[in-house]
T-cell receptor, first 117, second 114 residues
Framework: GAVVSQHPSWVICKSGTSVKIECRSL??????MFWYRQFPKQSLMLMAT?????????EQGVEKDKFLINHASLTLSTLTVTSAHPEDSSFYIC?????????????FGPGTRLTVL | DAKTTQPNSMESNEEEPVHLPCNHS???????IHWYRQLPSQGPEYVIH???SNVNNRMASLAIAEDRKSSTLILHRATLRDAAVYYC???????????????FGKGTKLSVKP
């Protein structure tokens, strides 16, 4: 099946710094990618939809100036957490859909665990 | 969006079958029923999907009720590696494909005992 990678798999940073997370579709092209956030013992919550060649769309309550998304190519989307704070510590997961004849399947990256000190 | 109801948790013994239920009584006629699972500290992975007929693949089977208001994911022989949170997700289909995000509920946490 299709593979989505994320880098880094984990990162620890100091409060106030910025962190960039990469999401790559390794063997297929993705015009759309999704970014989710998951806090401990909770389910995944959609943060934003990344669109190749255009601006990302953000879910209500997600600050677009804090979580910068760039979808520069058909295989790469990046999420930058700017001026990170401890409350941004979470598990960040990206996904990319593939087009199927009858339905779409989404492939998820392995996730990036962010810890802000 | 169709609402789903799943048990919070279930337990199984290794090598035994597991039936994970999902109620989706508000599903529309064109929504596919997808199942994903999330192993600890990993991203979710696709398990299986179906529309009306029962479906089988190498990972699991999906039994869909005739009225489509519920479905059951069947793991024929649970292994320790199957311990995960299982999500039942209706996917809204638009013409030409959905390409939409998945809406995750709380899912069912499956524990497998050796």
């Amino acid at each position: 099946g299709a593979v989505v990678s994320q880098h880094p798999s984990w990162v620890i940073c100091k409060s106030g710094t910025s962190v960039k997370i990469e999401c790559r579709s390794l063997d297929f092209q993705a015009t759309t990618m999704f970014w989710y956030r998951q806090f401990p013992k909770q389910s995944l919550m959609l943060m934003a939809t990344s669109n190749e060649g255009s601006k990302a769309t953000y879910e209500q309550g997600v600050e677009k100036d804090k979580f910068l998304i760039n979808h520069a190519s058909l295989t790469l989307s990046t999420l930058t957490v700017t001026s990170a704070h401890p409350e941004d510590s979470s598990f960040y997961i990206c996904s990319a859909p593939t087009l199927g004849e009858s339905t779409d399947t989404q492939y998820f990256g392995p996730g990036t665990r962010l810890t802000v000190l | 969006d169709a609402k789903t109801t799943q048990p919070n948790s279930m337990e199984s013994n290794e090598e035994e079958p597991v039936h994970l239920p999902c109620n989706h009584s508000t599903i529309s006629g064109t929504d596919y029923i997808h199942w994903y699972r999330q192993l600890p500290s990993q991203g979710p992975e696709y398990v299986i999907h179906g529309l009306t007929s029962n479906v089988n693949n190498r990972m699991a089977s999906l039994a869909i009720a005739e009225d489509r208001k519920s479905s059951t994911l069947i793991l024929h022989r649970a292994t320790l590696r199957d311990a995960a949170v299982y999500y039942c997700i209706p996917i809204i289909k638009n013409y030409g494909g959905s390409q939409g995000n998945l809406i995750f509920g709380k899912g069912t946490k499956l524990s497998v005992k050796p």
